[in-house]
């Protein structure tokens, strides 16, 4: 399915469309979200089109990898299956990595491409950036329920927890930026 300048799997139109409203900053950015079957230690992945990195700001295009399936313990349910607020909240997310790269030269997004690979400090910048644009949009209450499925799941594993509470913003840092 497309809108315009945005390409995304039908079955998640509604998700996508919910997410793309609060970031009319976005409209003319070309996004593809895509179906990948494996996303190593993620859900979701923002990243420029490799072939339109050196491309003017204005030119460039994106990718929202969207990992296939998500486990709950035993259970490996389709992405779709999710609750919708959740996958809206992640897709936010993901967006407000979208606008980081915005603000950033075609130097700058590679430097910083290789620093993500190898640092954890600049994981944790960026995830905790991402997460404020997209509260920043109006999208706390996603954010805060995705964050709230994630911890209060029980079929979801420590592991995963842990490294959400270490690379993103904590509820509590949400609420202040809602307050601020």
């Known amino acids: 399915m497309s809108n315009s300048n945005k390409i995304y799997p039908p079955i998640l139109e509604e998700e996508v469309q919910k997410a793309l409203s609060y970031f009319p900053v ?13 996303i190593k230690r993620s859900t979701m992945q923002a990243q420029p089109r490799f072939s339109k990195i050196f491309s003017p700001i204005h030119k460039r295009e994106y990718l929202i990898l969207i990992k296939t399936r998500f486990k709950l313990g035993d259970v490996n349910l389709p992405i779709e299956e999710l609750p919708e607020e959740i996958l809206i909240g992640w897709l936010g997310h993901e967006l407000g990595h979208i606008m980081d790269y915005q603000r950033m030269s ?28 997209a509260v920043r949009q109006g999208m706390h209450e996603y954010i805060l329920k995705t964050k709230d499925f994630i911890f209060n799941h029980a079929d979801i594993s420590e592991h995963y927890k842990k490294r959400i509470k270490k690379f993103y913003l904590s509820p509590e840092e949400i609420m202040e930026l809602v307050t601020e």
């Open 26 to 38: 976005l409209n003319d950015v070309p996004l593809e979200f895509k179906f990948k079957k494996n």
């Open 106 to 133: 075609n130097w700058k997004l590679i430097w910083f491409g290789m620093k993500y690979l190898t640092s954890n400090k600049a994981i944790i910048n960026a995830e905790r950036r991402a997460d404020e644009f």
